[in-house]
């Protein structure tokens, strides 16, 4: 079964200072998806970043970069220079691409909260 | 801008009744539309796969005569909560897929999600 534990239920950074939102999970699966999701107070769900299991590099997706070290089961989040809307919940979800499509596991997030 | 459209974002029902949020892919045709439901300072979780043409496939708990999802077109997915109780107060959230050839593995685009309140 997977799993996807986020440890932080709260973080705080400074406005333009970076911050890294943990991200750890559990598959048996050797094929997968590692996904981002950002939930502003308003409830939408907005796509952030993606990583492959067999992806070597890092994903980047301009101020946002994916920290994902295979062998440690963890892909962490880092937002450079933070600004005051990125305050909101963080999820971080894995996809088992040998199970249904779709199956979203999300962890229980991180709420992002920006100091100006 | 948005690819997924949901609505309504907000509805408030009598206990008893029932209430169809609908579910739009913007731009692509979506043969597979997921549904999920969040409680309050929770996470997402999967309650079915709504499939195009044919019966939805719910996971373990959900209950399909309660959740009744329709998939009659490529672009449109309902879900309809059946004699709504104060229990099924939640938010529900609606996703697709933008399918790319060649590419295997895109991510899953969400609408806005419908706030439900069973008074």
């Known amino acids: 079964a997977q799993k996807i534990t986020q440890t932080q239920p709260g973080m705080f950074v400074q406005e333009k200072e970076a911050v890294t939102l943990d991200c750890t999970y559990d598959?048996?699966?050797?094929?997968?998806?590692l996904f981002w999701y950002k939930q502003p107070s308003s409830g939408e769900m907005i796509f952030l970043i993606y990583?492959?299991?067999?992806?070597?590099q890092n994903a980047t997706e301009g101020r946002y970069s994916l920290n994902f070290q295979k062998a440690r089961k963890s892909a962490n989040l880092v937002i450079s220079a933070s600004q005051l809307g990125d305050s909101a919940m963080y999820f971080c979800?894995?996809?088992?691409?040998?199970?249904?499509?779709?199956?979203?596991?999300f962890g229980k997030g991180t709420k992002l909260s920006v100091k100006p | 801008g948005a690819v997924v459209s949901q609505h309504p974002s907000r509805v408030i029902c009598k206990s008893g009744t029932s209430v169809k949020i609908e579910c739009r892919s913007l731009?692509?045709?979506?043969?597979?539309m997921f549904w999920y439901r969040q409680f309050p300072k929770q996470s997402l979780m999967l309650m079915a796969t709504?499939?195009?043409?044919?019966?939805?496939?719910?996971e373990q708990g959900v209950e399909k005569d309660k959740f009744l999802i329709n998939h009659a077109s490529l672009t449109l997915s309902t879900l309809t909560v059946t004699s709504a109780h104060p229990e099924d107060s939640s938010f529900y959230i609606c996703?697709?897929?933008?399918?790319?050839?060649?590419?295997?593995?895109?991510?899953?685009?969400f609408g806005n999600g419908t706030r439900l309140t069973v008074t």
């Open positions: 996703s697709a897929r933008i399918l790319t050839p060649g590419q295997n593995n895109s991510p899953l685009h």
């Open positions: 598959t048996s699966d050797q094929s997968y998806g």
């Open positions: 990583q492959g299991s067999y992806d070597e």
């Open positions: 979800a894995i996809e088992n691409y040998g199970g249904s499509q779709g199956n979203l596991i």
């Open positions: 731009d692509f045709q979506a043969t597979t």
């Open positions: 709504s499939n195009e043409g044919s019966k939805a496939t719910y």
